[in-house]
C-alpha cells in the first residue's frame, strides 16, 4: 500500500489535527498521500484529489469522520476494491467502526497486511424520464423516494422483476441495503439484516394502509417503482445526501450495483458486538 487517499469531517478541528499528525506519520514511512480536494489545504498541501478519483487511484481509502463522511467515499467505490479504513468521530458510528485511539495500532497492521474486509453491497438506481436515463447513481445505505414538507401523499407503482407489487400510497419509500438496515429503515420499521445476506429492503414510511409492511426480497431482484402523483414535491434521496427531483411518471430502477465496498474492521469485533454497543441491547 504505497498510495493513501485520505477524507477528512470537514469544519472539525479534531479531524485537521489528526489528519495533520497522520500525514507526518504516514509521510515518515515512504507513503503518497492523497488528500481529498477540499480539505487539502488544511492537511498542509498545495492539491487535492476529488473523491472518485482517490477510489480509483489509492491503495487504501482513511477516512476521518462519521458514518455520513463514509458513506460519501464508499459509495464511489469502484471494481478495484479499494480497503477503507473508517475512523468514528461521528455518533453511532456503525460504518466507521475503528476509534480514535485504535487508528495507529491498527493502520501498522494494515500497511503488513494483517487485516479484516467486510465487503458490503451496493445498489445501482437509475432514473428514467420520457424513457431516457437521465442519471445513474450507486448507493451503500439507501435509495430514498420522499414527499416534500407541504406535499400530500404520494403513490409509488412498485414492480418486482415485471410482477405487481403494489402501489404505496405513503410518505415515501426507503429501499435499503444490508448497510443501511440500521439507518432510515430501522426508524420506519424495517428489520436490522446482517451485513453478509444478500438482501434488500422497501420500508414505506408513514403508510396510509397499516398493513404495507417492509419487506425483504432478494438481492437479485429487479425493482421497478413509477411515480403515480402529479404536481407535488416529490425526492430522490441517494444515502441522504444527494437528491433529485421527480416528476409524474418518473421510474426509479433500483438493482445491486455488483460493485462492493471494502470495509476495514478491526479483528476483535463482530456485527453483534457493534449492535449490542450502538443500540445498547440487554441493557436497562
Known amino acids: 500500500?504505497?498510495?493513501?487517499?485520505?477524507?477528512?469531517?470537514?469544519?472539525?478541528?479534531?479531524?485537521?489535527?489528526?489528519?495533520?499528525?497522520?500525514?507526518?506519520?504516514?509521510?515518515?514511512?515512504?507513503?503518497?498521500?492523497?488528500?481529498?480536494?477540499?480539505?487539502?489545504?488544511?492537511?498542509?498541501?498545495?492539491?487535492?484529489?476529488?473523491?472518485?478519483?482517490?477510489?480509483?487511484?489509492?491503495?487504501?481509502?482513511?477516512?476521518?469522520?462519521?458514518?455520513?463522511?463514509?458513506?460519501?467515499?464508499?459509495?464511489?467505490?469502484?471494481?478495484?476494491?479499494?480497503?477503507?479504513?473508517?475512523?468514528?468521530?461521528?455518533?453511532?458510528?456503525?460504518?466507521?467502526?475503528t476509534t480514535i485511539e485504535e487508528l495507529f495500532p491498527t493502520l501498522e497492521q494494515v500497511l503488513k497486511g494483517v487485516y479484516n474486509v467486510e465487503r458490503r453491497s451496493l445498489l445501482e438506481v437509475a432514473l428514467v424520464r420520457d424513457g431516457e436515463r437521465v442519471g445513474v447513481f450507486q448507493v451503500l445505505n439507501d435509495a430514498v423516494i420522499n414527499k416534500g414538507a407541504l406535499a400530500r401523499i404520494i403513490d409509488l407503482e412498485t414492480w418486482v422483476d415485471d410482477q405487481y407489487l403494489c402501489t404505496y400510497k405513503a410518505d415515501g419509500l426507503i429501499v435499503s441495503t444490508p448497510t443501511g438496515s440500521t439507518a432510515y429503515s430501522l426508524a420506519a420499521g424495517g428489520p436490522i439484516i446482517d451485513p453478509a445476506i444478500g438482501v434488500v429492503v422497501l420500508a414505506p414510511i408513514c403508510p396510509h394502509m397499516l398493513t404495507n409492511r417492509p419487506i425483504v426480497l432478494p438481492d437479485y431482484a429487479n425493482i421497478?417503482?413509477?411515480?403515480?402523483?402529479?404536481?407535488?414535491?416529490?425526492?430522490?434521496?441517494?444515502?441522504?445526501?444527494?437528491?433529485?427531483?421527480?416528476?409524474?411518471?418518473?421510474?426509479?430502477?433500483?438493482?445491486?450495483?455488483?460493485?462492493?465496498?471494502?470495509?476495514?474492521?478491526?479483528?476483535?469485533?463482530?456485527?453483534?458486538?457493534?449492535?449490542?454497543?450502538?443500540?445498547?441491547?440487554?441493557?436497562?
Open 1 to 97: 500500500m504505497d498510495t493513501i487517499g485520505l477524507v477528512i469531517k470537514r469544519n472539525l478541528q479534531e479531524t485537521v489535527a489528526l489528519g495533520r499528525e497522520l500525514v507526518t506519520w504516514l509521510q515518515a514511512r515512504g507513503k503518497t498521500i492523497m488528500p481529498e480536494d477540499q480539505t487539502s489545504q488544511e492537511l498542509g498541501f498545495t492539491k487535492g484529489w476529488r473523491k472518485v478519483e482517490i477510489m480509483q487511484r489509492a491503495d487504501l481509502a482513511i477516512v476521518l469522520g462519521g458514518d455520513g463522511t463514509l458513506l460519501s467515499v464508499a459509495r464511489r467505490a469502484s471494481k478495484r476494491e479499494v480497503p477503507i479504513l473508517g475512523v468514528n468521530f461521528g455518533g453511532l458510528g456503525f460504518l466507521t467502526s
Open 224 to 284: 421497478q417503482v413509477v411515480l403515480r402523483t402529479a404536481d407535488e414535491d416529490v425526492i430522490l434521496t441517494l444515502d441522504g445526501q444527494e437528491g433529485q427531483p421527480l416528476k409524474s411518471g418518473d421510474t426509479i430502477g433500483i438493482k445491486r450495483s455488483g460493485i462492493t465496498a471494502s470495509l476495514i474492521q478491526p479483528q476483535n469485533r463482530t456485527f453483534f458486538d457493534v449492535l449490542r454497543n450502538k443500540l445498547r441491547w440487554g441493557e436497562r
